[in-house]
């Protein structure tokens, strides 16, 4: 396994992540999902209390349950290996050789960096071999890599591996194009920025087969 030990201040101890992998601690899960919304809600409520809010507004009294119900149970729901879709292949009776291309997969995630979204578009390729993907697999896969704290260039090549896991072979590519709130919304405050990143496998890192995803999703 392709891994190092990286050392965080704010950690006790030393943390173990894979270079591709989320980096989660090995008691990760230790936490029901319930005790997770609990400590989370408790946590935020401090925050908007030191921000000077005043929690008994009847508008912000119930913001740290739902912002912790929100965390847990939607926007980082993929960092658990439990929420990981089923994915069922079918055999390619058809025998169709040619690249899939599912394009225009909405993407909604959170910058690991300051929490914020980031929203755009993915586009995914495959060639079938003896079994083709139920296309909505190919999507909930793709939302559960991005229901995790992210960097663009990590989610990309979490996809790309998980698609080559599910199908068996690697002749997969991916491609991104999302905008960044931090960048949009904060700091340097570029609304026009975008960030794309591609990864191409197996018969992908062909050029004539990589110009063919490309024309394909800019059409
Ligand atoms: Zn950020």
Same mark, same amino acid.
């Given at each position: 396994?392709?891994?190092?030990?990286?050392?965080?201040?704010?950690?006790?101890?030393?943390?173990?992540?894979?270079?591709?992998?989320?980096?989660?601690?090995?008691?990760?899960? %230790?936490?029901?999902?319930?005790?997770? &919304?609990? #400590? /989370?809600?408790?946590?935020?409520?401090?925050?908007?209390?030191?921000? $000077? +809010?005043?929690?008994?507004?009847?508008?912000?009294?119930?913001?740290?349950?739902?912002?912790?119900?929100?965390?847990?149970?939607?926007?980082?729901?993929?960092?658990?290996?439990?929420?990981?879709?089923?994915?069922?292949?079918?055999?390619?009776?058809?025998?169709?050789?040619?690249?899939?291309?599912?394009?225009?997969?909405?993407?909604?995630?959170?910058? %690991?960096?300051?929490?914020?979204?980031? &929203?755009? #578009? /993915?586009?995914?390729?495959?060639?079938?071999?003896?079994?083709?993907? $139920? +296309?909505?697999?190919?999507?909930?896969?793709?939302?559960?890599?991005?229901?995790?704290?992210?960097?663009?260039?990590?989610?990309?090549?979490?996809?790309?591996?998980?698609?080559?896991?599910?199908?068996?072979?690697?002749?997969?590519?991916?491609?991104?194009?999302?905008?960044?709130?931090?960048?949009?919304?904060?700091?340097?405050?570029?609304?026009?920025?975008?960030?794309?990143?591609?990864?191409?496998?197996?018969?992908?890192?062909?050029?004539?087969?990589?110009?063919?995803?490309?024309?394909?999703?800019?059409?």
């Amino acid at each position: 396994m392709n891994q190092f030990t990286a050392m965080e201040e704010t950690f006790d101890s030393p943390v173990t992540v894979s270079v591709v992998d989320t980096p989660l601690r090995d008691d990760a899960f %230790e936490l029901t999902e319930q005790e997770k &919304i609990n #400590k /989370i809600a408790k946590h935020f409520a401090e925050i908007m209390w030191t921000l $000077g +809010l005043d929690l008994t507004d009847d508008s912000l009294q119930g913001t740290p349950l739902r912002v912790a119900k929100m965390y847990v149970e939607e926007a980082f729901s993929g960092l658990n290996r439990e929420n990981k879709p089923k994915i069922s292949l079918f055999e390619n009776r058809y025998g169709y050789d040619q690249m899939l291309v599912e394009k225009n997969i909405t993407l909604y995630s959170h910058c %690991e960096h300051h929490f914020v979204p980031i &929203i755009g #578009k /993915i586009h995914v390729a495959y060639i079938p071999h003896d079994k083709v993907i $139920g +296309l909505s697999k190919i999507n909930r896969l793709v939302q559960f890599y991005a229901k995790r704290p992210q960097v663009q260039e990590r989610l990309t090549v979490q996809i790309v591996n998980g698609l080559c896991e599910a199908l068996g072979h690697t002749d997969v590519a991916v491609w991104i194009e999302a905008d960044h709130l931090c960048v949009a919304s904060r700091g340097i405050k570029d609304t026009n920025s975008h960030t794309i990143t591609e990864s191409y496998s197996g018969a992908f890192k062909d050029e004539y087969i990589q110009q063919k995803f490309r024309t394909y999703i800019n059409q």
